[in-house]
């Protein structure tokens, strides 16, 4: 049974950092990463990395967001820095596995405000 486990959201100050991470048990993965819904708005990408460590971020994210995996703990980690209010979200771990099977995990809240 496949397992997306995340871990590292909470509430944090505008220019303030977080750390999320996603944990994947019962599968390897071809592709893991982050995608993120605000209230009112479609699921849109934050960022993604391969089995071979290539990395792919949105545009409104580079700069500040790091995405980095163990592939040996099948578990991937986003550092993000220079939070904003508009980076406010469910923050959604993915896996797409070398069959090209999608997996989601359940969600964590990131809240940016003052």
């Known amino acids: 049974q496949v397992q997306l486990v995340e871990s590292g959201g909470g509430l944090v100050q505008p220019g303030g950092s977080l750390r999320l991470s996603c944990t994947a048990s019962?599968?390897?993965?071809?592709?893991m990463g982050w995608f993120r819904q605000a209230p009112g708005k479609q699921r849109e990408l934050v960022a993604t990395?391969?089995?071979?460590?290539?990395?792919n971020y949105a545009d409104s994210v580079k700069g500040r967001f790091t995405i980095s995996s163990d592939n040996a703990k099948n578990s991937v980690n986003l550092q993000m820095t220079s939070l904003k209010p508009e980076d406010t979200a469910v923050y959604y771990c993915?896996?797409?596995?070398?069959?090209?099977?999608?997996?989601w995990g359940q969600g964590t809240q990131v809240t940016v405000s003052s």
């Open positions: 993915y896996l797409l596995t070398r069959n090209a099977y999608n997996f």
């Open positions: 990395i391969t089995s071979g460590n290539t990395a």
């Open positions: 019962g599968i390897s993965f071809s592709r």
